[in-house]
């Protein structure tokens, strides 16, 4: 097998005629199930991007300090909130066109309902799970109306872990709350021991972790996230009880052969990281099988790229200003455009119970290139995943009165 046959040549470009004739295509705005926003100056450069193409997203409560308390999360949400409206303030009298994301380069009335209506976007705050968590705080949180899941990382397990769970197996009586208030779990699904190979964490995860989580829990809701095996494929559709998993654009389009393709390239490194072609196949597989338990979760999680381009280079992928044209990118390659939709939009929103939106979007067949870095504030520059590469499709935005 050559490296263009198992993925780690250029997916993004298949070779011949695309497998689909559509030109344009329309679906409900869709909701981002796993989204790293930061904080500070990194928020306010990031979230217009998910704003302007997501309803809502759970947002990753993996701050330094993590979230882990009601008051942290509403805080969190709060500036969120004054970082989009700052955003949004600056997005209408941009500087240069190239500052813009590119579904806001058209006509300025336009432009200007866009903005308006990504002001509606709603960030779903989540809490970070430590060995300290009690199940008075799923208590709180399960009242606040505002917390919408917890989020397991096992201590270590990646970026801002180190406040994580040391020992799950003690966690009993907070998620036992948890199932007793439908408050919903997302596992980041990987051990830490040392002397398990980095590639095989997930599946050791399943093994010694999940499978006991599951069978101890019957009723308590599951988010396997960012899965990126054929073995958590296999988990999810087999679980029994509530079991669903969210999918990232680059487990969808690349194999770890895109990490090593030409040189080490930090910018394809993101945990769990990317795996083989067999597991990729596996995922593409899930992600278009219809069943709703796959469902969209970019996992776009920023870094400046000096702190990717550096010796010990942080972990994570930043899709958010072009996730939907990578997603579709994903299926048409796989002859599924039409399942896309649900993937993006509906699937998702049921298994938090919640009413998919509304409104509209649409993607247009037209080729654009990625750019090869954006701001990120205070003289830093962040690269996209798939910086330089080609997309077929580009994101037109939301359809509505004001469409030009
Ligand atoms: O690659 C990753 N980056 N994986 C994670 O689980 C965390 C994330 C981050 O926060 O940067
Ligand atoms: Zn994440």
Not at 210 to 230: D, K, N, S, Y
Not at 361 to 366: C, D, G, I, Q
């Amino acid at each position: 097998m050559n490296s263009t046959e198992c993925g780690g040549g250029n997916p993004l470009s298949p070779p011949g005629e695309p497998e689909s004739s559509a030109t344009r295509i329309e679906l409900p705005l869709p909701d981002d199930w796993h989204l790293h926003l930061r904080d500070g100056a990194a928020l306010r450069h990031v979230v217009l991007a998910s704003a302007l193409q997501f309803g809502r997203a759970i947002v990753m409560p993996n701050l330094k300090p993590p979230v882990v308390r009601c008051d942290q999360a509403r805080d969190y949400r709060t500036r969120i909130r004054e970082a989009l409206r700052a955003a949004v303030a600056t997005a209408h009298s941009p500087v240069t066109a190239s500052d813009q994301p590119p579904v806001l380069r058209c006509e300025p009335e336009r432009r200007a309902w866009l903005l308006e209506e990504a002001l509606r976007f709603e960030p779903l705050m989540t809490l970070y799970l430590t060995d300290h968590t009690t199940a008075a705080d799923i208590d709180a949180a399960a009242d606040s109306g505002l917390v919408h899941a917890v989020k397991l990382y096992p201590a270590g397990a990646t970026t801002h872990a180190d406040a994580g769970v040391s020992e799950v197996g003690r966690l009993g009586p907070v998620l036992e709350r948890m199932q007793k208030r439908s408050l919903p779990l997302l596992v980041h699904g990987e051990v830490t021991d040392a002397d398990i190979d980095v590639f095989d964490r997930e599946a050791v995860f399943i093994d010694r972790v999940l499978e006991g989580l599951r069978a101890r829990f019957p009723a308590l809701r599951i988010v396997f996230e960012h899965i990126t095996t054929r073995q958590a494929a296999q988990f999810v559709r087999q679980a029994e009880g509530p079991t669903a998993a969210t999918i990232t654009p680059q487990h969808l389009l690349y194999n770890r052969n895109a990490i090593f393709r030409g040189g080490l390239r930090p910018h394809w490194y993101c945990l769990p990281v990317l795996k083989r072609e067999v597991h990729r196949q596996a995922l593409l597989e899930a992600a278009v099988s219809g069943l709703p338990k796959f469902f969209l979760g970019t996992d776009s999680a920023p870094h400046a790229a000096r702190l990717k381009e550096h010796a010990a280079a942080c972990a994570g992928c930043y899709s958010a200003p072009h996730a939907l044209a990578l997603y579709a990118t994903a299926f048409e390659a796989a002859g599924a455009l039409d399942r896309l939709a649900d993937f993006a939009a509906v699937f998702g929103a049921r298994f938090y119970g919640l009413a998919p939106n509304t409104r509209r979007v649409s993607m247009l067949r037209e080729a654009s290139e990625v750019p090869h870095a954006l701001p990120f504030g205070r003289g830093n520059s962040i690269v996209p995943l798939a910086a330089g590469e080609h997309l077929p499709w580009r994101f037109e935005g939301l359809i509505g009165a004001a469409t030009g």
